[in-house]
């Protein structure tokens, strides 16, 4: 193709059904299991090591929603959370609406999806995976009975009910793309044979959602790709006629993103029609297109307008400024000119704030959501009147945790091309020994998605045994803009594996880790960017644990049949085109593998992944069976039961962390 021959001699692998594939992958996980049996008992410690920093019976912080009080609890010995709710009433008794541990019984693998309750309390509409293959079926629950009506529908997605408590909304999606392109509503009373086809998107980059404005007087349906959205409205009043039509807020356009809100007979429009960063205008619901647009907060190249909270006082611009979360305030004055109120500030040198939930309109008191490296998760409310934050709860790290023995910083690499790639650190600081600690250093790099810099108690297990952990914020992220997204992807991709190799070269350098003693880790297209800079550096890399890599990208994005692939064209470029074959064929991991010495690598997958199927990460270590000339360890591990967030229960998924760890302690030395 394109004057390239391309030679895939693993491509039976992709026959899921058959016997040899299901043995090849049983004798993969057991070899794994041969060669990490020596490290059994480290496996037990480090879980039950994990186990003890983990608050096992536990309660989230109560919303407001309806006249309703939700939350969900743990129980020491269950999988699952417990999802329950109060009448907002003195003495009001726990009401137990849906138990992921009933819902997961006699099945290896449970994931919901989507949740959604009618105004009036009533009726819960949700959605249930057994498999791992995001294959979600919608099932609506009578609260006042308990009763789960026996009709379902397949391949589900966004679920929500009109204001007249018994029309449903929901998206389902194609067989065999795995895009939501269908929207459909559902009368309670009547069969799901008689629900009507509301819309079918027919542009194969486009997925539908669907969703209702805060203030509830609106359902939204808004369809989208990667590089551009389209939303349209209908009044969701107490009469939602069958028959009446949904209307258009502004045509897609190429490379032009919105999303919208509704406020007082006004849409707020947040918009990238004027810069990559975004800006927020508003628009009458009667003629809302984009010659009626009137800007409210300009376009700032450094700074990156995430998200808008809305609310009937107030708003909240959700913003990114050097590579940090900003939370500003905006309240209304008497004639609804917006004026910013005040900035909440955060004391670290890195964090991640986000809001929490705020289900209700009115409200006077804006939750929103902090943690960091050192700092557990934490929920506070902050007061619009009196500008103070309010501490609602901390999630309680138990096992002798003491925030104050641990460090973390930002510092900046340089990459090749001179760019500024910041890193964030944490270290215990009595382990801290310069240049001699083991290094762990995480990436990710692609669809604009920010790393999330957050508080994490398994982390403790290594943090405490003297590794020193980073995070590289590299190009083909969101964490500085989308320019910082647009720098690392398409026919510049490769910025994100230079970064990274920069990234990691400047904490050794500068003593944050033993150059002999460096691990990596990465998962999806993390997985991606694990296998290319392994291919360019490998001799500076000690360990590598690759989570559903995304290896085989030819083979993957040439297969317009498979889930994802048309949609991720405008992230990785089209390779039926010559100039993206040949960019994407220059670092695709599984075609650039050559004989030589590889670090220790453990690839993990999941047989039911939907996103990258588990033929490319079981094909790439196949081939680099036949290639390595080192004796270090090569790893396969398939989880037979789950998808691409590997196992579903808490405990389950405790216990693959700890195989994880085993492995990079033992090839970091310290065990």
Not at 333 to 360: G, K, L, M, W
Not at 447 to 454: A, E, Q, T
Request: aromatic residues 12%; charged residues 25%.
């Amino acid at each position: 193709m394109h004057g390239a021959v391309l030679v895939d001699d693993y491509a039976w692998l992709r026959e899921k059904e058959s016997p040899e594939v299901t043995a090849y992958l049983e004798g993969e996980n057991a070899y794994a299991e041969a060669v990490m049996a020596p490290l059994a008992g480290l496996r037990e410690e480090l879980y039950h090591e994990m186990l003890s920093h983990i608050k096992q019976t536990d309660v989230t912080v109560p919303y407001r929603d309806n006249g309703w009080w939700y939350y969900s609890r743990t129980e020491e010995g269950l999988q699952y959370p417990v999802y329950c709710r109060k009448a907002d009433a003195p003495d009001a008794a726990e009401e137990v609406f849906l138990d992921g541990n009933a819902l997961a019984e006699g099945h290896p693998f449970m994931s919901i999806g989507g949740t959604d309750i009618t105004d009036d309390g009533r009726w819960l509409a949700y959605s249930v995976d057994h498999t791992g293959f995001r294959q979600y079926t919608l099932h609506i629950k009578d609260l006042a009975t308990g009763e789960v009506l026996p009709e379902t529908v397949e391949r589900a997605g966004s679920i929500v009910w009109a204001a007249d408590n018994r029309t449903l909304f929901y998206t389902v999606e194609d067989e065999e793309q795995k895009r939501q392109y269908q929207l459909w509503r559902h009368t309670l009373g009547t069969e799901h044979s008689a629900d009507r086809l509301v819309f079918e998107e027919p542009d194969e980059r486009f997925n539908l959602a669907a969703g209702r404005t805060r203030d509830g007087k609106f359902l939204i349906m808004e369809a989208g790709s990667h590089t551009a959205t389209e939303s349209r409205f209908l009044a969701t009043g107490l009469n939602v006629a069958p028959g009446n039509e949904w209307t258009l807020v502004a045509a897609r356009e190429d490379d032009q993103e919105y999303s919208i809100d509704h406020r007082n007979g006004l849409w707020f429009i947040r918009t990238n029609d004027q810069g990559r960063n975004f800006r927020l205008v508003t628009a009458p619901v009667a003629t809302p297109g984009r010659e009626h647009w009137t800007e409210l907060l300009a376009h700032r190249s450094d700074i990156m307008l995430e998200d808008i909270d809305l609310f009937e006082r107030f708003f909240v611009s959700c913003e990114r400024e050097d590579g940090l979360p900003r939370l500003r305030l905006w309240s209304f004055t008497a004639n609804d000119r917006a004026i910013q109120s005040n900035e909440i500030r955060f004391p670290e040198p890195v964090y991640t704030a986000s809001p929490h939930i705020n289900r209700e309109f009115g409200a006077t008191r804006f939750r929103y959501a902090y943690q960091s490296l050192v700092t557990p998760s934490s929920a506070y409310e902050y007061d619009l009147a009196t500008g103070a934050s309010t501490l609602l709860k901390q999630i309680e790290v138990p096992g002798g945790f003491d925030r104050e023995r641990y460090a973390s910083e930002r510092v900046f690499a340089t990459a090749s091309d001179g760019v500024r790639v910041p890193v964030s650190l944490v270290y215990r600081k009595d382990q801290r020994v310069a240049g001699e600690n083991p290094l762990y250093v995480y990436g990710y790099g692609s669809y604009g998605y920010s790393l999330p810099i957050g508080f994490s108690a398994n982390r403790l297990s290594l943090l405490d045994r003297g590794v020193v952990i980073a995070y590289a914020h590299i190009r083909g992220g969101g964490d500085l803009g989308k320019p910082w997204h647009d720098a690392g992807k398409m026919l510049v991709k490769r910025n994100t594996f230079t970064d990274f190799v920069a990234a990691v070269e400047y904490l050794t350098v500068n003593g944050y880790g033993d150059p002999a003693r460096v691990a990596i880790e990465g998962g999806s297209a993390g997985g991606l960017l694990m296998g290319a800079v392994t291919n360019l550096k490998p001799e500076i890399f000690r360990a590598v644990v690759s989570h559903v890599p995304f290896v085989d990208v030819m083979n993957t994005m040439l297969d317009a049949s498979l889930p994802l692939t048309v949609p991720e064209y405008e992230e990785w470029g089209d390779p039926n085109q010559a100039e993206y074959f040949h960019y994407m064929l220059s670092y695709s991991p599984y075609d650039n593998l050559k004989p030589g010495s590889y670090p220790a690598i453990l690839v993990k997958t999941s047989l039911h992944d939907s996103q990258v199927m588990y033929w490319e990460p079981a094909k790439y270590v196949a081939k680099l069976r036949t290639l390595k000339t080192d004796n270090h360890p090569l790893l396969l591990v398939t989880n037979m039961q789950a998808g691409h967030g590997g196992a579903s229960g808490r405990y389950d998924y405790l216990k693959e962390i700890a195989f994880d760890y085993a492995f990079l302690l033992q090839e970091l030395n310290l065990v």
